[in-house]
């Protein structure tokens, strides 16, 4: 902070604008802070002990050839990293038939002081004569003469009820704020799909479309399954004349945001990824092994991964995919990948690498993304073309201010 109010001094003395100055300090790493956490033996947040690292080329595919055109990346070798992250990493989703269907429990017409209007929503998968639902609620702005774009959030934390989220302000889910910038938005609980917890399998949606049998070693794990489900929001949205779901982004925080990552990946239908503070297995590339690695994540959350990721624990120079590919498979859509400061377990400029790291796929596809190899200055957002990213001050969570930021990039890309 001084170094930067010394800089801004100087450069403004000499007549240069403040704004200017403040958009030139790259963000690093706090030295108290990573002293405060070095003090737990095992855990990296030194960077000069991150390891050197070869990122897996996006574009070279498997037997070696050089991905030119589009047209290559379109027809095979994005669908090569999209089998890789299936069966290494997030696991594949079943094939199984299924019914859908969506039951209206409860409207109110005049929610958000009248702005929008809510809905309290049942989505129900059948299998024959099984079936599997969970809860989602749904908001549609009022003043809106044309379809909307919407938002859906994967939420980790907790269900939100219709009444409590149009009563109760809730940064993680800043409804007002949404409705307030024009956009329709839906949210459901992740645990109310697949519990998120390593003995929840039995009760959750990954069980009941296996008929209770237990996983093969690349079968969908959990954020796989919260993804799918996102999808089957996206389904619902498509019902709805007032949502233009051609403008759909996908938004999640923390294992929420490694989640939307995939679910974009997985669902070309998402217009934007939004993946805030998502650390390992999220936007953070993996080979840094920087605060939370492959080993330590897939320890304490088995059901998140496929078992081959956990192989890669201490040798992640061997995964055959790193994360700026999660994100490349999402171009050439939106993605907006966002850190805080004191969030080092997530690995900010492992977040920030990635999209940068992906920018060849971007460019391949004819569209701009963030190349910058610098990370923006604290609390400055770098957008460009169809990737954003922010680092805020303070801690892991997604708060208000987030989805302001969020929204000014999205207002770009789907109005
Ligand atoms: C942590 C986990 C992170 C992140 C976070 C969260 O315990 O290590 O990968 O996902 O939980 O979801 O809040």
Redesign the pocket.
């Known amino acids: 902070m001084e170094v930067m109010n010394l800089t801004c001094l100087l450069l403004m003395t000499s007549g240069v604008c403040s704004v200017f100055a403040q958009e030139e300090i790259p963000w690093s790493a706090r030295h108290d802070l990573i002293e405060q956490l070095s003090k737990r033996p095992g855990f990296n947040y030194d960077e000069s002990k991150v390891p050197d690292y070869v990122l897996p080329d996006s574009l070279i595919a498997e037997d070696g050839t050089p991905v030119l055109s589009a047209r290559q990346w379109n027809e095979s070798r994005r669908q090569e990293i999209l089998n890789l992250f299936r069966d290494q990493v997030y696991g594949r989703r079943p094939t199984t038939e299924y019914q859908l269907t969506f039951e209206q429990t409860a409207e109110e017409n005049d929610a958000l002081e009248g702005k929008a209007i809510g809905r309290s929503m049942i989505a129900k998968v059948s299998i024959r004569n099984r079936s599997f639902s969970w809860p989602f609620v749904l908001f549609l702005p009022k003043k809106t003469k044309e379809p909307v774009p919407a938002i859906i959030l994967i939420n980790?934390r907790y269900f939100i009820p219709l009444d409590k989220a149009a009563k109760e302000h809730d940064p993680f889910w800043s409804v007002k704020q949404i409705i307030d910038r024009g956009y329709a938005t839906a949210s459901f609980h992740t645990s109310d799909v697949d519990p998120d917890r390593k003995e929840g399998y039995g009760e959750g949606i990954r069980s009941f479309f296996a008929d209770g049998t237990p996983p093969e070693d690349n079968a969908w794990r959990s954020l796989s399954a919260w993804g799918w489900a996102a999808s089957r929001v996206l389904d619902y949205m498509e019902t709805v004349d007032a949502i233009d779901a051609g403008r759909v982004a996908v938004v999640g925080?923390?294992?929420?945001?490694?989640t939307s990552l995939w679910a974009a990946a997985e669902d070309a239908r998402f217009a934007i990824a939004y993946s805030n503070?998502?650390?390992?297995?999220?936007a953070a590339l993996s080979r840094r092994a920087y605060g939370?690695t492959v080993a330590?994540?897939t320890r304490?959350?088995p059901h998140w991964f496929c078992p081959p990721f956990a192989a890669f624990g201490g040798k992640e120079s061997e995964l055959p995919v790193d994360q700026h590919q999660l994100i490349a498979l999402i171009a050439p859509r939106g993605v907006y990948v966002t850190s805080a400061d004191e969030d080092l377990?997530?690995d900010p400029k492992g977040e920030y690498s990635s999209i940068v790291a992906a920018s060849p796929v971007f460019r391949l596809l004819d569209k701009t993304s963030i190349i910058e190899p610098q990370m923006p200055s604290l609390n400055s957002p770098r957008v460009s073309g169809q990737t954003g990213y922010h680092i805020r001050t303070g801690e892991?969570n997604l708060k208000d201010q987030d989805w302001t930021w969020f929204l000014d990039y999205a207002d770009g890309l789907l109005k």
């Open positions: 980790n925080h923390s294992r929420g945001g490694k503070n998502s650390g390992c297995g999220g939370e330590i994540i304490g959350f377990w997530a892991h």
